[in-house]
């Protein structure tokens, strides 16, 4: 590819992470790949069930809520779920954590899976994985244990923090790791609708099968964005 081209299709893979993509009034973003693509990992259906009705109640009830709301309007997704707590009404406030949080979420959740998933290549990555965690398997198995013990519905996440350390951290509901002042580069989503159909109760199975379908690149790119 050439050089420049692959520059813009860079820069606009960054441009969803900082906000610039994010703007009322909120629409779903198009899945890159097909709902079938992740198979037999994870099922056509769930993908269209969560993508097209899922996803967009979120995007829905976002929207909903910042119609009569010019200055809200105003301000991309990112600054309003970093700065949630200037949010003075509190019914605002709650429904744009659990919807904005829930396409903000989602919309960086497509992003990393991919159907023709490689491994993590980066050097820089790796390095840090080893050293946080003492190995890439040890960093799994830490993932896997946060991700399997969220009680009720919420997320898992692999984060940089204000240290640029990286850290595993879960959240509840559609809390997104960025309220909290973290940089996520990798997250996987553990509530019921993301695995029931295929699954039913074995979460831990679905956890298993997310690790086939991740798509590092993005989870690269996402690390390079955030410890700039
Ligand atoms: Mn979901």
Redesign the pocket.
């Known amino acids: 590819m050439n050089v420049l081209i692959l520059s813009i299709v860079l820069l606009l893979s960054f441009n969803i992470f900082s906000g610039l993509d994010f703007k009322y009034p909120y629409t779903v973003p198009t899945l890159p790949y097909e709902y079938k693509s992740l198979e037999p990992y994870i099922d056509e259906q769930t993908m269209k069930l ?1 993508h097209d009705a ?2 967009k109640t979120y995007v829905d009830n976002l929207n909903a809520v910042l119609v009569d709301n010019k200055k809200l309007q105003a301000k991309d997704l990112e600054w309003l779920l970093r700065n949630l707590n200037t949010i003075e009404d509190t019914q605002t406030q709650t429904t744009i954590k659990n919807n904005g949080g ?1 396409h903000w ?2 919309s960086f ?1 497509w992003k990393i899976m991919a159907p023709d998933c490689q491994k993590l290549s980066n050097k820089k990555l790796m390095k840090e994985i080893k050293k946080q965690f003492g190995s890439f398997d040890k960093f799994k198995d830490q993932f896997n244990a946060a991700a399997k013990k969220v009680f009720g519905s919420g997320w898992a996440w692999l984060c940089v923090d204000q240290n640029k350390k990286l850290v595993i951290i879960t959240t509840p509901n ?1 809390e997104s790791p960025i309220s909290q002042g973290l940089e996520p580069i990798l997250g996987l ?1 553990v ?1 019921e ?2 695995y029931y159909l295929k699954y039913q109760n074995k979460r831990i199975d679905y956890i298993s099968s997310f690790w086939h379908v991740i798509n590092w690149r993005q989870v690269e790119m996402n690390y390079s964005f955030a410890i700039k």
Do not use: S
């Open positions: 969560h899922h996803h829930g979420n989602h959740f559609q989503d509530w609708h993301a």
